[in-house]
């Protein structure tokens, strides 16, 4: 098998390593940090792509150059779910989801006065890859703790089968690797 994967993003190519996830699966590693030409492109690509927002949510930690960057593009909000609760966290909310690139059950923790932020808002949820949709169901359980509306879901990359989805905005499909 090959080591890499080339893939074709928001008019730029990278070549992606292939890891291995376990005996039966293969993953092509997409990682946005640092790549500032890329997270730029994608983030430009996306906000032509999805519908009118007024507050992006994203999960700590992969998604949070997107969602910074089409913050900035749009200049609307961005509020990041944390992995964990933090000191400054007077009342965290706390949601568990499961991630193919994370082992076992990840947590997302927003303070309440954060999620009360989103009230009466149009969230647009973002993430880098959306693969099972674990990470974007748990995204849309905190949002539903306030009474801003999600109108959309929206990453750079689809993996698997994820690629087939219709309630999801993406630029590129990303291949499961399966022996």
């Not at 032509?48 to 609307?76: H, N, W």
């Not at 193919?100 to 006065?113: F, N, Y």
């Not at 999600?150 to 993406?170: M, N, Q, S, Y």
Request: hydrophobic share 45%; glycine share 6%.
């Amino acid at each position: 098998m090959a080591k890499t994967y080339t893939l074709h993003v928001a008019g730029l190519t990278r070549e992606l390593p292939i890891c291995k996830v376990n005996d039966h699966m293969d993953i092509a590693a997409f990682i946005m940090f640092s790549d500032v030409e890329l997270t730029i492109a994608c983030a430009r690509d996306l906000l032509k792509k999805c519908p009118e927002f007024d507050v992006i949510l994203t999960a700590e930690a992969k998604g949070i150059p997107l969602a910074y960057e089409m913050s900035r593009q749009s200049g609307k909000q961005w509020l990041p779910a944390r992995k964990g609760a933090k000191l400054y966290m007077q009342d965290p909310v706390t949601i568990e989801d499961e991630s193919i690139t994370t082992a076992g059950k990840q947590v997302l923790v927003m303070d309440r006065k954060d999620i009360e932020y989103m009230n009466g808002k149009r969230i647009l949820i973002v993430d880098d890859v959306i693969s099972t949709g674990g990470s974007l169901h748990a995204l849309e359980t905190l949002a539903a703790q306030s009474t801003g509306t999600v109108v959309g879901c929206c990453a750079a990359l689809a993996e698997g089968d994820a690629a087939k989805r219709t309630d999801i905005t993406f630029l590129a499909p990303l291949p499961l690797f399966i022996h």
